[in-house]
Nanobody
Framework: QVQLVESGGGLVQPGGSLRLSCAAS?????????MGWYRQFPGSQRELVAT???????NYVDSVEGRFTISRDNAKNTVYLQMNSLKPEDTALYYC?????????????WGQGTQVTVSS
């Protein structure tokens, strides 16, 4: 009931910047309780990068605090992740995630993933 389309990944040199975008559509796309980004390193589980709730509250993993900024445009049902001062250890597959209210429940939806590679 929610489709997510991600964009903005790619190859960047250390110290560079990238901006990820994730647009939500579908019947429940107007009830997005939390929007966020996760990442997955090879051989590891997905880890939270940043989330932003409908009330504006924001949460970051410690390793990106001060370098990454999450924001959302509710009119466009879109969440962004501005990544600055990128490091090689930020290299991962980044996934958009939304928690949407569907009736009396909250459901989890994932994007297809976008690769971010930080390398010289």
């Amino acid at each position: 009931q929610v489709q997510l389309v991600e964009s903005g990944g790619g190859l960047v040199q250390p110290g560079g910047s990238l901006r990820l975008s994730c647009a939500a559509s579908g019947r429940s796309s107007n009830n997005l309780v939390v929007m966020g980004w996760y990442r997955q390193f090879p051989g590891s589980q997905r880890e939270l990068v940043a989330t932003i709730a409908s009330d504006g509250s924001i949460n970051y993993v410690d390793s990106v605090e001060g370098r990454f900024t999450i924001s959302r445009d509710n009119a466009k049902n879109t969440v962004y992740l501005q990544m600055n001062s990128l490091k090689p250890e930020d290299t991962a597959l980044y996934y958009c995630n939304v928690k949407a209210k569907v009736g009396l429940t909250t459901r989890n939806y994932w994007g297809q993933g976008t690769q971010v590679t930080v390398s010289s």
